[in-house]
């Protein structure tokens, strides 16, 4: 009996490591995608900023 406990017990253990495991993980994927999301709307930002730019520049002349 206390041979089951002990397996059950190291069992238990060996979830939670896993689970913080996977949770690291996952985080690590959702901060990689929200940091590529980031730079595309970043890129997007400055490009629509660069072309208002030149327009304002046009107008000007």
Known sequence: ???????MSGLYRAR???????LIDSLGVYLIN???ISILWLK????YSHNR???VLKNDK
């Open 34 to 36: 929200l940091i590529q």
């Open 44 to 47: 997007l930002y400055a490009k």
């Open 1 to 7: 009996m206390h041979d089951i406990l002990n397996i």
């Open 53 to 55: 730019s030149l327009k």
């Open 16 to 22: 939670n490591a896993i689970t913080i495991v996977f």
